[in-house]
């Protein structure tokens, strides 16, 4: 059974750097085509790609974005790491990390609320 | 970048009856190397995560009741609910690589 669990603060205030952590089971990031990926979604609104890692280290970015995402992953803690620098309260969202299979989400972690606020 | 999107963007349904939601996308998302087209539908109920119904335009998942079908090609797809259920009532969003539709809402008339 595949599980995906975000950790990470709930509350940072603009301007800061936030750093989220995806603990995952049930797969490993090592397995050809297999990926994770970090999705948002700001209250009431729609769904939006931030970013993917593959099991080859291939990283895609959300191009609006891209300057203020990294993305890194750790096979043998089976973690995957999202940082996003210069947090303004439009990021206020559930931050939401999930396996991939291509480009097709297969699994979702439970999210993430993270509400950015002085 | 591709940009998916849906409409309508919300419908009231009688129990019973068919629901439809369709998504287009500003380019081709049929791959020849395989002939599959590179759309999902998910489901999100309120205060849960999205849900994963269908891949490949038409493919639906293990447990996700028959009622729920997919059809389309390149860049014009449509999500059909035969018979509308109450535990239908959700959000629905089509993606296709790294974009998401703007999402349907289905309620019960």
């Known amino acids: 059974q595949i599980t995906l669990k975000e950790s990470g603060p709930s509350l940072v205030k603009p301007t800061q750097t936030l750093t989220l952590t995806c603990t995952f089971s049930?797969?490993?990031?090592?397995?050809?085509?297999?990926?994770v990926g970090w999705i948002r979604q700001p209250p009431g609104k729609a769904l939006e790609w931030l970013a993917l890692i593959y099991w080859d280290d291939d990283k895609r970015y959300r191009p609006s974005l891209k300057s203020t995402l990294t993305i890194t992953k750790d096979t043998s803690k089976n973690q995957v790491v999202l940082t996003m620098t210069n947090m303004d309260p439009v990021d206020t969202a559930t931050y939401y990390c999930?396996?991939?299979?291509?480009?097709?989400?297969?699994?979702w972690g439970q999210g993430t609320l993270v509400t950015v606020s002085s | 970048d591709i940009v998916m999107t849906q409409s309508p963007d919300s419908l009231a349904v009688s129990l019973g009856e068919r629901a439809t939601i369709n998504c287009t996308s500003s380019?081709?998302?049929?791959?020849?190397?395989?002939?599959?087209?590179?759309l999902a539908w998910y489901q999100q109920k309120p205060g849960q995560p999205p849900k994963l119904l269908i891949h490949?335009?038409?493919t639906r998942e293990s447990g996700v009741p028959d009622r729920f079908s997919g059809s389309g090609s390149e860049t014009d797809f449509t999500l059909t609910i035969s018979s509308l259920q109450a535990e239908d009532v959700a959000v629905y969003y089509c993606?296709?690589?790294?974009?998401f539709g703007g999402g349907t809402k289905v309620e019960i008339q």
């Open positions: 049930g797969f490993s990031l090592s397995t050809n085509g297999v990926g």
């Open positions: 993606q296709s690589r790294f974009s």
């Open positions: 999930a396996h991939i299979v291509g480009t097709t989400v297969t699994v």
């Open positions: 490949w335009a038409s």
């Open positions: 380019q081709s998302v049929l791959y020849s190397s395989n002939n599959k087209n590179y």
